[in-house]
């Protein structure tokens, strides 16, 4: 499940590598067009541009993959509940059967993608004005107090780090990643969420996962804006600047102090799950006749593709035993084709929605088609002659 999402991440990764290698050992010589051929643009701070824009969007589509297939593990595994009695419902098919009532969606979980600089900064085409965070700086200078409780950055760790688990293999250790694109911060926030993590960037995005909807993401940045505040009125903010660009220190301390008032969340993949309503009625969904209802040219306009997971082969169990749909983004409005994950329970997840009202109109499409398909279902059923029973012999 989200195998596409995984896949657009390693792509993205490995494109951003390769064309940062490539760029690295370019000729000067040559006669194709570089970036060194455009007149007043460094091709030093043009390559480290590209790298990081790479760097930032694989990270935000490894983090969403996650999220989307952790939420999916929880969900194909959960138990069947005992059918609970429903009254009330009037739409019934000819032989009484109540048709099944599709949930509003629910959010579980948001990926959001903020910014602690001005707008005037955060443009980071040529020529315009950009500026940096010193992650070093952050890194020793952040203050591990109140609900922030550990720091990341390219090996070492400041404060109280949660320790993962399962144990490694024999003889074999597990090691710690260095990343010292971006600082890892790990937090807590209310209502339960212990486990909320930050990375920030030198760019000044932030981008937060194991948050429950886009006002905790929002909350999460603003600690990490509040951070910045502290940082740029500490001792040594007069001999060395959080943020750094083009200017003097003043001014970048001037910019980590304006962080609070500054940060805002630019970007956000909501996932979270609805129920199509079989379950409390007694009925599973036909995954062969969805997907044959789902591929129907008549749904082109709604349903972009439909992707069927691999089972388990080591296990001999399908873990995932949904059916993986893309609804059209030209439909939805979206920028993007958004990934519903729909279970024989009738339960659904949603992956990487722009937005809660667009996941809203997703539950609304699969809800639709797939109800019709049940009322088909049963009307060919009811109508189809009864089947001869073999005589036993004697």
């Known amino acids: 499940v989200g195998k596409a999402v995984q896949a657009a991440s390693t792509l993205l990764r490995r494109a951003g590598t390769l064309v940062a290698d490539g760029l690295e050992h370019a000729r000067p010589r040559s006669r194709r067009v570089s970036f060194s051929d455009a007149p007043g643009q460094d091709p030093t701070a043009k390559r480290e541009k590209l790298k990081?824009?790479?760097?930032?969007?694989?990270?935000?589509?490894?983090?969403?993959?996650?999220?989307?297939?952790?939420?999916?593990s929880v969900i194909a595994v959960r138990k069947p509940e005992p059918i609970p009695e429903v009254r009330g419902r009037q739409r019934r098919t000819?032989?009484?059967?109540?048709?099944?009532?599709?949930s509003a969606f629910e959010e579980n979980s948001n990926v959001g993608i903020g910014n602690v600089f001005p707008v005037e900064l955060g443009n980071r085409e040529p020529g315009a004005p950009h500026a940096s965070i010193d992650l070093e700086q952050f890194f020793h200078r952040c203050p591990i107090s109140g609900n922030i409780s550990c720091i990341r950055w390219a090996g070492?760790?400041?404060?109280q780090q949660k320790v993962k688990k399962g144990k490694p293999k024999e003889g074999k250790e597990r090691q710690s990643k260095k990343f010292d694109h971006c600082c890892f911060v790990s937090m807590s926030l209310e209502d339960g969420f212990t486990n909320v993590s930050v990375k920030v960037f030198c760019t000044g995005r932030l981008q937060t996962t194991g948050c429950r909807d886009g006002a905790m993401s929002l909350a999460a940045c603003r600690r990490i804006s509040e951070c910045m505040r502290v940082i740029s009125q500490d001792a040594?903010?007069?001999k060395h600047a959080l943020i750094k660009g083009e200017f003097q220190a003043s001014h970048g301390n001037k910019i980590a102090y304006d962080a609070p008032t500054n940060v805002r969340l630019e970007k956000e993949s909501v996932l979270g799950v609805f129920d199509l309503g079989f379950r409390e009625q007694g009925f599973s969904i036909n995954m062969h006749e969805l997907r044959l209802l789902l591929r129907h040219p008549d749904n082109r306009d709604r349903i972009y593709k439909v992707n069927v997971p691999h089972s388990d082969e080591k296990k001999k169990v399908d873990r995932f035993q949904g059916v993986g749909v893309?609804?059209?983004?030209?439909?939805?409005?979206?920028?993007?084709?958004?990934?519903?994950?729909?279970?024989?329970?009738g339960k659904c997840t949603v992956t990487a929605a722009p937005s809660v009202?667009?996941?809203?109109?997703?539950?609304?499409?699969i809800g639709k088609l797939v109800v019709d398909?049940?009322?088909?279902?049963r009307k060919r059923d009811l109508e189809a002659p009864p089947a001869k029973r073999s005589k036993k012999k004697k």
Do not use: W
């Open 52 to 72: 990081g824009d790479a760097i930032e969007v694989a990270s935000f589509l490894r983090e969403v993959a996650s999220a989307s297939t952790n939420l999916n």
């Open 94 to 102: 000819k032989s009484g059967t109540v048709y099944p009532q599709p």
């Open 156 to 159: 070492s760790v400041k404060g």
């Open 236 to 238: 040594m903010s007069q």
């Open 326 to 345: 893309y609804v059209n983004r030209e439909f939805l409005g979206s920028p993007n084709n958004v990934f519903v994950s729909i279970f024989p329970t």
């Open 357 to 365: 009202a667009q996941a809203n109109k997703v539950a609304e499409v």
């Open 373 to 377: 398909l049940f009322v088909q279902c």
